[in-house]
Protein backbone atom coordinates (compact mmCIF):
# COMPACT_ATOMS: atom_id res chain seq x y z
CA UNK A 1 0.00 0.00 0.00
CA UNK A 2 1.26 3.26 -0.95
CA UNK A 3 1.05 6.07 1.12
CA UNK A 4 -1.54 8.96 0.13
CA UNK A 5 -0.90 12.72 1.31
CA UNK A 6 -3.87 13.48 3.37
CA UNK A 7 -4.63 16.06 0.99
CA UNK A 8 -8.61 17.23 0.28
CA UNK A 9 -9.26 18.64 -2.90
CA UNK A 10 -10.39 22.52 -1.96
CA UNK A 11 -13.89 23.18 -2.04
CA UNK A 12 -14.87 25.06 -5.47
CA UNK A 13 -16.35 28.23 -3.03
CA UNK A 14 -12.71 28.16 -1.53
CA UNK A 15 -10.89 28.04 -5.56
CA UNK A 16 -13.61 30.97 -6.94
CA UNK A 17 -13.07 32.87 -3.28
CA UNK A 18 -9.04 32.34 -4.02
CA UNK A 19 -9.18 33.04 -7.87
CA UNK A 20 -11.33 36.69 -7.16
CA UNK A 21 -8.70 38.04 -4.84
CA UNK A 22 -5.82 37.15 -6.55
CA UNK A 23 -7.31 38.63 -9.84
CA UNK A 24 -8.46 41.97 -7.69
CA UNK A 25 -4.54 42.48 -6.65
CA UNK A 26 -2.97 41.69 -10.24
CA UNK A 27 -0.39 43.75 -11.70
CA UNK A 28 -1.23 44.99 -14.80
CA UNK A 29 2.04 43.39 -16.68
CA UNK A 30 1.04 40.17 -14.79
CA UNK A 31 0.44 37.08 -16.58
CA UNK A 32 -2.72 34.42 -16.13
CA UNK A 33 0.04 31.69 -15.12
CA UNK A 34 1.15 34.22 -12.33
CA UNK A 35 -2.28 35.10 -11.61
CA UNK A 36 -3.23 31.46 -11.56
CA UNK A 37 -0.26 30.44 -9.02
CA UNK A 38 -0.81 33.55 -6.66
CA UNK A 39 -4.44 32.05 -6.42
CA UNK A 40 -3.13 28.62 -5.94
CA UNK A 41 -0.99 29.95 -3.08
CA UNK A 42 -4.18 31.65 -2.03
CA UNK A 43 -5.77 28.79 -1.55
CA UNK A 44 -3.42 26.78 0.42
CA UNK A 45 -3.62 29.94 2.74
CA UNK A 46 -7.42 29.61 3.11
CA UNK A 47 -7.24 25.64 3.24
CA UNK A 48 -4.59 26.11 6.49
CA UNK A 49 -6.69 28.80 8.16
CA UNK A 50 -9.71 26.53 7.98
CA UNK A 51 -7.83 23.76 8.73
CA UNK A 52 -6.05 25.84 12.25
CA UNK A 53 -10.01 26.80 12.87
CA UNK A 54 -11.55 23.51 12.84
CA UNK A 55 -8.18 22.00 14.96
CA UNK A 56 -9.16 24.95 17.53
CA UNK A 57 -12.83 24.31 17.64
CA UNK A 58 -12.01 20.60 18.52
CA UNK A 59 -9.86 21.10 21.52
CA UNK A 60 -12.20 24.10 23.07
CA UNK A 61 -15.36 21.31 22.41
CA UNK A 62 -12.74 18.58 24.36
CA UNK A 63 -12.05 20.82 26.99
CA UNK A 64 -15.47 22.26 27.48
CA UNK A 65 -16.23 18.31 27.26
CA UNK A 66 -14.11 17.46 30.11
CA UNK A 67 -15.19 20.85 32.36
CA UNK A 68 -18.50 19.56 31.76
CA UNK A 69 -17.86 16.05 33.30
CA UNK A 70 -18.31 15.47 36.76
CA UNK A 71 -15.62 15.24 38.99
CA UNK A 72 -14.61 12.42 41.33
CA UNK A 73 -15.05 12.83 44.53
CA UNK A 74 -11.51 13.36 46.93
CA UNK A 75 -10.62 11.73 49.96
CA UNK A 76 -11.09 15.25 51.60
CA UNK A 77 -14.61 15.44 51.47
CA UNK A 78 -14.74 14.26 55.24
CA UNK A 79 -13.60 17.83 56.26
CA UNK A 80 -16.38 20.28 57.22
CA UNK A 81 -17.16 23.20 54.65
CA UNK A 82 -15.16 26.52 55.66
CA UNK A 83 -17.50 29.17 56.36
CA UNK A 84 -15.64 32.93 54.62
CA UNK A 85 -16.17 35.88 56.87
CA UNK A 86 -16.91 38.86 54.61
CA UNK A 87 -15.65 41.58 56.14
CA UNK A 88 -16.49 45.20 54.79
CA UNK A 89 -14.24 48.06 55.03
CA UNK A 90 -15.28 51.37 53.82
CA UNK A 91 -12.47 53.90 51.93
CA UNK A 92 -11.80 57.10 54.36
CA UNK A 93 -12.40 59.71 51.32
CA UNK A 94 -16.19 60.04 50.99
CA UNK A 95 -15.86 60.36 55.33
CA UNK A 96 -13.41 62.94 54.81
CA UNK A 97 -14.90 64.52 52.21
CA UNK A 98 -18.10 64.74 54.23
CA UNK A 99 -16.41 65.98 57.51
CA UNK A 100 -14.93 69.28 55.24
CA UNK A 101 -18.23 69.38 54.15
CA UNK A 102 -20.04 70.09 56.98
CA UNK A 103 -17.22 72.23 58.36
CA UNK A 104 -17.06 74.44 55.43
CA UNK A 105 -21.01 75.06 56.28
CA UNK A 106 -20.53 75.66 59.92
CA UNK A 107 -17.75 78.10 58.77
CA UNK A 108 -20.26 79.64 56.38
CA UNK A 109 -22.94 80.11 59.09
CA UNK A 110 -20.78 81.69 61.40
CA UNK A 111 -19.41 84.21 59.19
CA UNK A 112 -23.16 85.24 58.30
Known sequence: MANKPNYQKPSPQTQEEALKIAKATQRPAQT????????????????QYKKQQKEKARELS?????????TEPSAETNEPP???????RQHWLPWLLLGLTWLGIGVDWLMR
Open 32 to 47: KEQTKLIAQGIQKGID
Open 62 to 70: KRLKKASRP
Open 82 to 88: VEAVIVY
